[in-house]
């Protein structure tokens, strides 16, 4: 049975491969949901004003919505380049390990 998260990656694929508006036209997307995840972030940082209608909730949530977005961008990336849910596995574990052995470089 496929784990929920290998169901959503193969789901956003399949959708990705049905939507497929290529390469170019994916990175600009990521490019822009990027973005609004920076400015929902910024309104928590204070580098950006909040709206008047801005509460620590609202903006978690926003904070969520456009990470989310910002994943299935970068999924429809990996898809393009035939990239599946086990490659991205194994390269976020050597990342894993390599972040950690850098922190703990770091503390001795």
Excluded: P
């Excluded at 997307?29 to 204070?46: A, D, F, H, I």
């Amino acid at each position: 049975m496929k784990s929920n998260m290998r169901k959503l990656f193969d789901e956003t694929v399949e959708i990705t491969k049905i939507k497929n508006h290529g390469l170019a036209l994916h990175m600009t997307k990521c490019m822009e949901e990027l973005g609004e995840l920076t400015q929902s972030v910024n309104r928590t940082l204070g580098n950006k004003q909040r709206k008047i209608t801005d509460t620590d909730k609202s903006i978690r949530e926003n904070v969520l919505e456009e990470s989310a977005d910002t994943f299935q961008c970068l999924i429809s990336i990996m898809s393009d380049y035939n990239i599946t849910y086990d490659e991205l596995k194994e390269a976020l574990t050597k990342k894993n390990k390599k972040w950690l052995n850098q922190i703990n470089e770091i503390q001795k």
